[in-house]
């Protein structure tokens, strides 16, 4: 029962049957959240949030905070740094073209060239 009807039932405070309850290890009635458990906690840094949040049956921004208090980063494996290589042939070819060498997206090449402020190619 609630810590209220408690403390009616046995002719004392909330305040004091919230503290037996809490000597007690016994949780809040019906509290509105739940714990996390660790199965739950190995999910995180997986996959995108928004996925663990639907898995878990959980809110997106209460991932991010469990996420974030562990210290557990998420790094999207489809995004990959960019090399040397690529990093030099920018703007020497059209976007299209490196887009293809790269396999990346043409919009991913724009946004690195204008990034680094190298002008789109001539021809």
């Known amino acids: 029962m609630r810590d209220e009807a408690a403390a009616k039932r046995i002719g004392c405070s909330v305040a004091a049957a919230k503290n037996r309850r ?15 458990t660790a199965n739950e906690d190995q999910l995180l840094g997986t996959m995108p949030d928004s996925a663990v949040a639907r898995i878990l049956g959980r809110t997106i921004k209460g991932v991010w905070y469990r996420r974030q208090t562990l210290g557990i980063s998420w790094i999207n494996p489809a995004r990959r740094p960019w090399n040397a290589e690529e990093l ?12 293809e060498k790269f396999h990346r997206t043409e919009k991913a ?15």
């Open 22 to 36: 809490h000597q007690l290890g016994i949780p809040m009635f019906e509290p509105g959240w739940k714990y996390w």
């Open 109 to 123: 090449i724009l946004s690195r060239r204008s990034a680094l402020h190298i002008p789109t190619p001539r021809g």
């Open 88 to 99: 030099r042939l920018l703007g020497t070819l059209p976007d299209k073209v490196l887009a």
